[in-house]
């Protein structure tokens, strides 16, 4: 049995949340119209269910290795969150099959690869390590959200979509340190965590990729058009910041030794305005 180390503390308790969310009337191209930014965003919602599951087991897999009660309860309040946000990104898929893609195109190959053959081939401790980095990852991807949000410059206008992303952002970042605790009481290896980031560094975005240009053939639309929405996309995130340039800073953030996911508190203002804004 281990303790995880002492770290601050970012909230109280994790508390999951179950908003309703009615995707029947999300267009099409519902992220400032561009088929490309859609894209990316939808191949992304293709595998947060499965992956989020995938999260839950391997940091389960050690709660009887854990002696520190706050994090026990972290440990559930993480799980039944991660629960929610699959159970809510997986009904998104319906609205997209009526818009007439073809989700399990991408979907079956993916979960058969990643959870049917990867997973497996990989000791715990390894997955466990998979998990804290993707977490990182996905804390990042919230932090940029809540503070385009706050700063009014958030280009993902359609409102369903925005909700569902920005409580999925809340959640995000309250339960950024549960994986990285459990990985440290388990196992502290700096080579681990490195291991771990690596490997998910590589199956993150080579699935996201998969997964968007998956959507974007099915749209089947001009090469001409398809660039033209690339271009765009990276016009505004040269304006508004975010994209690559956030996840250099991650990687750099998570590959120093004395690395903790709570050292950044500003987040955590952030995703307390938009919960009460909300009032999630």
Not at 92 to 112: M, S, W
Request: a positive charge; hydrophobic letters at 45%.
């Amino acid at each position: 049995m281990a303790a995880a180390p002492s770290t601050p503390s970012a909230i109280s308790r994790i508390r999951p949340r179950s908003p309703a969310f009615d995707f029947g009337s999300v267009p099409r191209h519902w992220f400032a119209g561009n088929l490309v930014a859609t894209h990316v965003a939808n191949g992304l919602n293709l595998l947060f269910p499965a992956g989020e599951r995938f999260f839950v087991r391997s940091v389960r897999q050690f709660l009887d290795r854990i002696d520190d009660p706050k994090l026990r309860e972290d440990i559930k309040g993480f799980s039944g969150q991660e629960g929610l946000h699959a159970y809510a990104h997986e009904r998104y898929f319906e609205a997209l099959e009526q818009q007439g893609y073809n989700v399990r195109a991408f979907l079956d190959p993916y979960e058969k690869f990643a959870f049917g053959i990867a997973e497996h081939a990989f000791p715990a401790e390894m997955r466990l390590s998979v998990t804290a980095a993707c977490e990182h990852f996905t804390a990042t991807m919230a932090t940029h959200a809540l503070k385009r949000y706050a700063d009014g410059k958030m280009l993902l206008e359609e409102p369903t979509m925005r909700a569902l992303f920005l409580w999925h952002a809340v959640e995000e970042i309250e339960h950024r340190s549960v994986a990285f605790d459990v990985l440290r009481a388990v196992n502290p290896s700096y080579a681990l965590r490195v291991a771990g980031f690596a490997l998910a560094s590589s199956l993150l975005f080579g699935l996201w990729t998969t997964a968007a240009l998956t959507l974007i053939a099915q749209d089947k639309a001009p090469p001409r058009k398809i660039l033209k929405a690339m271009r765009a996309r990276r016009a505004a995130q040269r304006k508004n910041g975010g994209g690559p340039a956030d996840f250099r800073k991650a990687i750099r953030e998570y590959l120093r030794p004395d690395f903790h996911p709570a050292q950044d508190t500003h987040c955590d203002a952030l995703a307390r305005r938009y919960a009460a804004e909300a009032a999630l």
